[in-house]
């Protein structure tokens, strides 16, 4: 009976080394994720933190209003830590998308584990206190304790994250958790009657977190994870894309069927370069269409402009549009952008809605993606820009993204061909933005301007009088090497040689 | 046991007896198997009808609202002779060129492409400049053709040696003397195309009609393709298998059936110019020709009288009485008018005049094949290596003759789902049993045959289809087999009675397309409308 007891001791013990480093571990997935997904690491790590001890001073407090079976208690909370903590990575990354309310689950989150994990220590000690001297069982519940948390802090950066990634690490020591609560348990069997709900509880908790594991390790295997260097903070397959958002140190990049369409360290460059030089040649612009971009990132560029009344952006997906007005970390990018009241976001087909459009417009950024299939190539197509025209006044101007001349010069200059082809001037153009390299833009106007970039805002951070004048400077290794075909819907002339340049390129 | 006999000749023997393996315990495929209103059709032989039950009078009643029908009507309407009815047994107006739609877009159930039309068919271009089809015309008159219209590129795809390559001509793993052999049969057809005859005019013309009689290309009417290629050194299977799928593409007529002068027509008719366009591009729509007949029965609308079977048209007193089945009421009525134009295949004109002597010519040089048009409704397939989905995919070697994709012209960017229309042309046996045993096999059986045909391109085909929609055509189209286009039979049968009872019809002009069609109804009108003014 005696060894009995003495075991018994060691086995709780034991129980209190797993549990602290399951908190802990818990805590620095949160902290991690936290910084992913929103950034700031040193805000989200020391909030992280500090919620987490102080959930843990409140689950000691309420340890003393548990009373009856303490054992009991003991395992039932152990599974729970088990399941919320054990979940919590796979729960957080699914609950990224709804937005405003992640904070307050992730905090949810962080503040219920600590208050299990807090319930637990007292709850032991009092287990404990009438088979060990106090002395002793501080010291060693204690010991148990820090060494726990010691044990966490080296495993989670040298071999959780990188091997095992956040979910499954996440998952694994909810396993751990309630596999401790299991062979309690079975160890306890004695002492706890009435075991029979909790025991069943146990098995179907660690089955789902065993075939979480297994599955989140095939979904990973199939997943784009590997094309990406960065860790991905978001991806969702919407009905007409996959979303995926990366994020390091540095930037964070936004990738639209696993094209780059920017990164938040240098798309100011982009954006400026794309809606400065049409928007500041147009005196006092006020109605405004965007086209794709449901970034909001252009439309954070045209509200400089205190002229602008009303801005129409036109983009296909829904789920783009959404995430862009309500993310916190994308709503500080794009400078909440696509909520200001100037702003009407129409999600919807743009050949479609150009077809059917009446409106007329001071300026049309066009901000597809690249014509990499037949199915973008139509949207750089002559019938588009046939349409396109009556949507612009006749002193408008429009200007369109048109991938790189200097990694496709043919494509380029076919967008260039195309939109002469149907009476449009052009003026194009190109600058260098690093995540992208040298990137190609065209200003389309429907009647030859004489003055130009009149307007430009101050405080911009990449153009200004000198830079603007560059840009429309080409050297001989941006020019086409053939005589190109205009893109016409029964040529799709610009998707031959997109294919064709990128083709190489990337190869 | 007549089905299953028609399975295996269908298909490839192997595979037939897949067939019967995978019958059993397969899910349900949605949709339905639908005659172009045959069971209608055969009240006309049987003849057990009462005596009308109503008269009324019109100045000119029409007999079918085909392509051929619609033309007349909107000839007779645009210059000015407006009393005139129109009679067709369906529900809708279309003949082989209608076409149905669902929640993702219109689709053919017939007929779904035009190539560019050729110069000088002043009528034809009027019409489709009328119809924003031609925007404009550029300094140089040439047409510029509405790019919504024009098939968007991709156009055409062969799965060919296990790949998809790029255009309907064999060429990925075609050894090097058959693709000599294809490119010297290509340039034969080109220098065809641009040959005239010793009266100067097109060797090969559209219509058929303004064709050269000269009799160098008159005699090529004598033998079958087949023959002419085997004359002509044509011997390669791979060139064989593209003239035969272009035969029975166009004629629903295997190469060696097929009148040469026919089947080097197909290369050689077309020489269509355009700005914005060559001679080898075609206009389509989602709804295929359905477009067309929309905007033929714009104008004439309130003038059809659908749901009305024609059984019978006589001559009496100087006017023609035109006695129809109400189909939805079961009463016979009657019109009576100074003209009639029928507008409807041979073998029914015939029945309806009751001219037992016309009846047995036709059953003896006419013949029609069945076609089986399937509309698939499907989500995004499964690919094989090389070109994506195009507007026509056939596959090398297929019974059938591939799909094409309706959602294809949609400018929209996300098409999820799809309508694919499968066409296959009956010709493995003699139209009238292939006819019978077509009308026989259920729809199980028609899913299972296209899900062997298809699932060698798009191995998920048989999971993935949520519905398909079958059409029969019993009566397709007349075969223009050796003798038919210069024989003088069509002249023959397309003579007017009486100078009241006119025709127009597809099948008198020799081969099956929308122009003729077009001109046929043009010109039974303006026979109409000359004898009036004559008056
Ligand atoms: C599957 C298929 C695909 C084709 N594809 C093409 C293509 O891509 N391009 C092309 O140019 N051509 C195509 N064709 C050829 C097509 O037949 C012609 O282009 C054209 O549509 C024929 O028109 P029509 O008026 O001469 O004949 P039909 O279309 O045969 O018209 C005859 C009409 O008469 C009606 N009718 C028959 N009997 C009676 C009666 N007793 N009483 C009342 N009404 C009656 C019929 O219902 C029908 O509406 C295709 C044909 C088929 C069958």
């Known amino acids: 009976m005696r060894a009995k007891e003495h075991s018994a001791e060691w086995v709780l013990l034991l129980a209190v080394l797993v549990i602290a480093t399951c908190g802990l571990i818990y805590e620095l997935v949160a902290g991690t994720l936290a910084s992913y997904l929103l950034g700031d690491s040193v805000m989200q790590f020391s909030t992280i933190i500090g919620v987490y001890l102080f959930s843990m001073g409140v689950g000691s407090f309420l340890s003393k209003y548990l009373s009856g079976n303490l054992l009991h208690w003991f395992i039932r909370i152990e599974l729970l830590v088990g399941a919320v903590g054990g979940f919590s990575a796979a729960i957080l990354f699914l609950v990224f998308p709804l937005a405003a309310s992640f904070q307050v689950i992730l905090y949810s989150l962080v503040g219920l584990t600590g208050i299990l994990v807090g319930l637990e220590i007292p709850l032991l000690m009092r287990i404990l206190e009438h088979k060990v001297e106090f002395k002793e069982l501080v010291s060693r519940v204690f010991t148990f304790d820090y060494i726990g948390a010691l044990l966490a802090s080296l495993i989670f950066p040298l071999i959780l994250v990188p091997r095992l990634g956040l979910i499954r690490t996440s998952l694994f020591f909810g396993i751990l958790n309630i596999g401790v609560g299991f062979y309690l348990l079975y160890f306890f069997s004695a002492e706890l009657k009435k075991a029979g709900l909790l025991r069943v509880t146990a098995v179907v908790l660690l089955l789902l977190e065993l075939v979480a594991f297994v599955l989140s390790e095939n979904i990973l295997r199939y997943s784009e994870t590997m094309a990406y260097n960065d860790q991905i903070v978001y991806a969702k397959s919407s009905t007409y894309q996959r979303i995926v958002l990366t994020r390091n140190k540095r930037e964070m990049r936004l990738f639209l069927n696993g094209n780059l369409q920017f990164s938040s360290a240098d798309e100011y460059r982009y954006h400026e370069a794309l809606v400065h030089p049409a928007l500041s040649s147009i005196d006092n612009p006020k109605r405004v269409l965007v086209l794709g971009g449901g970034d909001g990132l252009a439309v954070r560029e045209l509200l400089r402009y205190a ?99 200097y990694v496709a010069p043919n494509s380029f200059w076919c967008v260039d061909e195309t939109l002469k082809s149907v009476g449009f001037f052009t003026k194009p153009y190109h600058n260098y933005v690093p995540s992208f390299g040298e990137w190609g833009y065209i200003i389309a106007v429907r009647k030859n301007k004489e003055s130009w970039f009149q307007h430009l805002p101050s405080s911009l951070r990449y153009l200004n009088a000198t830079t603007l004048q560059q840009m429309f400077v080409f050297p001989d290794d941006m020019k086409a090497k053939i005589k190109l075909q205009p893109n016409k819907l029964n040529n799709q002339a610009l998707v031959h040689y997109f294919e064709e340049e990128w083709g190489k390129f990337l190869d | 046991m007549k089905r299953r006999t028609f399975i ?44 009308p039950v109503s008269f009324i009078k019109k100045e000119v009643v029409i007999v079918g609202s085909g392509i051929s029908g619609l033309s007349a009507a909107r000839q007779l309407h645009r210059k000015g002779l407006k009393d005139f009815l129109m009679l067709e047994l369906e529900e809708y107006a279309g003949g082989n060129a209608a076409s149905g739609h669902n929640e993702i877009s219109s689709f053919p159930l017939g007929a779904h492409y035009v190539p560019i039309p050729n110069p000088g068919l002043q009528d034809y271009l009027d019409f489709l400049k009328e119809e924003d089809v031609i925007t404009s015309f550029d300094g140089n008159g040439l047409p510029v053709y509405n790019e919504a219209y024009l098939c968007f590129d991709p156009e055409e795809r062969l799965f060919i040696n296990g790949h998809w390559q790029d255009g309907l001509v064999p060429s990925f793993g075609v050894p090097e003397t058959d693709l000599k052999q294809i490119a010297g049969f290509l340039s034969k057809m080109q220098q065809f195309r641009l040959e005239k005859g010793s009266d100067g005019k097109d060797a090969f013309a559209i219509p058929v009609n303004n064709s050269s009689t000269d009799i160098q290309y008159r005699k090529l009417d004598e033998i079958t393709m087949k023959q002419w290629m085997e004359i002509n050194g044509f011997t390669s299977t791979y060139l064989q298998w593209y003239v035969n799928y272009c035969t029975r593409d166009d004629f629903g007529t295997c190469y060696h059936e097929c009148s040469a002068w026919a089947g080097i027509h197909y290369f050689a008719g077309r020489k269509g110019v355009a700005s914005n366009a060559t001679y080898s591009d075609v206009l389509t729509w989602p709804e295929g020709n359905g477009f067309l007949v929309s905007k033929l029965e714009k104008a004439v ?64 040089k006419f013949r029609y094949t069945p076609w089986m048009v399937v509309n698939i409704v499907t989500p995004t397939l499964e690919e094989r290596s090389g070109e994506v989905m195009s507007w026509d995919n056939v596959i090398y070697n297929s019974q059938s003759l591939g799909y094409v994709n309706a959602t294809h012209q949609l400018l929209q960017q996300q098409v999820p789902r799809k309508n694919l229309t499968y066409y296959l042309p009956l010709t493995s046996k003699d139209p009238s049993s292939a006819r019978k045993e077509a009308s026989e096999i259920t729809h199980d059986e028609w899913v299972q045959l296209l899900i062997n045909d298809l699932k060698i391109v798009h191995p998920d085909i048989e999971d ?66 000359n004898y009036a003014a004559s008056v």
């Not at chain 1, 950024?365 to 037949?374: A, I």
């Not at chain 2, 286009?485 to 019809?505: C, M, P, T, Y």
């Open chain 2, 8 to 51: 295996k000749l269908s298909i490839a023997a192997g595979s037939a007896a897949a067939i019967g393996l995978s019958c059993k315990g397969k899910r349900r495929v949605k949709g339905s198997v639908k005659g172009a209103s045959s069971s209608i059709g055969h009240l006309l032989r049987e003849q057990i009808l009462g005596e």
């Open chain 1, 307 to 405: 002229s602008v009344e009303k801005i129409t952006l036109v983009d296909l997906d829904p789920e783009m549009t959404r995430l862009f007005r309500s993310q916190s970390i994308l709503l500080k990018l794009n400078g909440n952008s696509l909520l200001n009241p100037k702003v009407k976001v129409i999600n919807s087909d743009a050949f479609i809605w150009l077809r059917n459009n009446t409106e007329t417009f001071d300026a049309v950024v066009v901000d597809f993606p690249d014509p990499s299939g037949f199915s973008i190539g139509k949207l750089y197509s002559t019938l588009f820009y046939n349409y396109l025209k009556p949507a612009l006044k006749e002193n408008g101007v429009a200007v369109i993204q048109s991938t790189s001349p």
């Open chain 2, 301 to 364: 609308q309130q003038n059809i009288l659908t749901g009305s079977l024609v059984i019978g048209v006589e001559l009496k007193e100087e006017k023609v009485v035109v006695k129809y089945l109400d189909v939805a009421k079961k009463e016979v009525r009657a019109v009576i008018a100074e003209h009639c134009i029928l507008c409807v295949p041979q073998f029914v004109a015939a029945r309806l005049l009751k001219d037992k002597n016309r009846v047995e010519i036709i059953k003896q």
């Open chain 2, 464 to 529: 993935k289809m949520e519905e398909v929609n079958i059409t029969l055509w019993g009566h397709a189209m007349a075969q223009p087999l050796p003798g038919m286009i210069h024989g003088g039979l069509r002249n023959q049968l397309s003579e007017s009675i009486a100078g009241k009872i006119h025709f127009a019809h597809t099948d008198l002009a020799g081969i099956s397309i929308f122009e003729e069609g077009f001109y046929q109804g043009i010109n039974a009108a303006n026979k109409i409308i």
